[in-house]
C-alpha cells in the first residue's frame, strides 16, 4: 500500500531553514513525481515544488523559488524540501503526495497528516 510521511516541520525564526522529509513505503518514490503541497490556514492547499519521475527536473512555485530546493535519496526512498530565508508567509501544513506527472490534478493515494511548519519571531 502506497504510503508518505511527512516529517521536519517545526518552528523558526524569520530567516531560518528546515528540511522536511517524504518517505515513502510501498512503492518505489522513484517511480512517480513527488510534489510538495502546503496549506495555510483559511487557504487551499497549494503546490510547492515538484520532482518529476523521469527525469528529475524539478519545479517551484514563484513564492519560494531561490529558497526552497526539492531532492530525491534513491537509496532511502526519500524526498527532501530544504527550506532556506523563510517567511512569516511559508507558515502552513506541507504535504507531499505521489502523482502521475508534476502539475497533475490527482495524487496517488490520499494525503497524509502533514508537518507543521511555523516562522515567527
Known amino acids: 500500500q502506497l504510503q508518505l510521511v511527512e516529517s521536519g516541520g517545526g518552528l523558526v525564526q524569520p530567516g531560518g531553514s528546515l528540511r522536511l522529509s517524504c518517505a515513502a513505503s510501498?512503492?518505489?518514490?522513484?517511480?512517480?513525481?513527488i510534489g510538495w503541497f502546503r496549506q495555510a490556514p483559511g487557504k487551499a492547499r497549494e503546490g510547492v515544488s515538484c520532482?518529476?519521475?523521469?527525469?528529475?527536473?524539478?519545479y517551484y512555485a514563484d513564492s519560494v523559488k531561490g529558497r526552497f530546493t526539492i531532492s530525491r535519496d534513491n537509496t532511502k526512498n526519500t524526498v527532501y524540501l530544504s527550506m532556506n530565508s523563510l517567511k512569516p508567509e511559508d507558515t502552513a501544513v506541507y504535504y507531499c503526495?505521489?502523482?502521475?506527472?508534476?502539475?497533475?490534478?490527482?495524487?496517488?493515494?490520499?494525503w497524509g497528516q502533514g508537518t507543521q511548519v511555523t516562522v515567527s519571531s
Open positions: 520532482i518529476s519521475s523521469s527525469d528529475g527536473s524539478t
Open positions: 503526495a505521489a502523482q502521475r506527472f508534476c502539475g497533475a490534478s490527482l495524487i496517488f493515494g490520499s
Open positions: 510501498g512503492f518505489t518514490l522513484n517511480s512517480a513525481a
